[in-house]
C-alpha cells in the first residue's frame, strides 16, 4: 500500500516561495499519477499539480506558471515548488496517488491514497 507524508509547508509573505515535499513508500507498481491538492477552510479540495510516472504535468490555472511538480525517482520523493506565492494559495495541501495514468479525471475522488497534509499560509 502506498504511504505518503509531506512536509515543507510554513508561513511567507505574498511573493515569497515554499517547497513542498512528499516521502513515497509502498509504490510497487510502474504505472502511477502523483499529485498537489490543496484545500482551504468552507472548500472544495482541488488539483493543483499532477506528474504521471512517464513524467508528463498538468498544471490547474491557478498553478500555471508559479508551481513545478516533479518527483526524484532516487529519492522516491515528490515535490511542489511553489513560487510568487499569493494569499489565496493558503490551504491545506495533500500529496495524492493513484495506480493508473493521470489522464480523463483528476478530481480528489478519482485518487485513493492520500497524506497527512501540511499547512501552507501566504500573508499579504
Known amino acids: 500500500e502506498v504511504q505518503l507524508v509531506e512536509s515543507g509547508g510554513g508561513s511567507v509573505q505574498a511573493g515569497g516561495s515554499l517547497r513542498l515535499s512528499c516521502e513515497v513508500s509502498?509504490?510497487?507498481?510502474?504505472?502511477?499519477?502523483w499529485g498537489w491538492f490543496r484545500q482551504a477552510p468552507g472548500k472544495e479540495r482541488e488539483g493543483v499539480a499532477f506528474?504521471?510516472?512517464?513524467?508528463?504535468?498538468t498544471y490547474a490555472d491557478s498553478a500555471k506558471g508559479r508551481f513545478t511538480i516533479s518527483k526524484d525517482n532516487a529519492k522516491n520523493t515528490l515535490y511542489l515548488q511553489m513560487n510568487s506565492l499569493k494569499p489565496e494559495d493558503t490551504a491545506m495541501y495533500y500529496c495524492?496517488?493513484?495506480?493508473?495514468?493521470?489522464?480523463?479525471?483528476?478530481?480528489?475522488?478519482?485518487?485513493?491514497?492520500w497524506g497527512q497534509g501540511t499547512q501552507v499560509t501566504v500573508s499579504s
Open positions: 509502498g509504490n510497487r507498481y510502474s504505472t502511477y499519477c
Open positions: 506528474i504521471s510516472s512517464g513524467g508528463t504535468t
Open positions: 495524492a496517488a493513484r495506480a493508473i495514468w493521470c489522464f480523463g479525471s483528476l478530481r480528489a475522488a478519482d485518487f485513493g491514497y
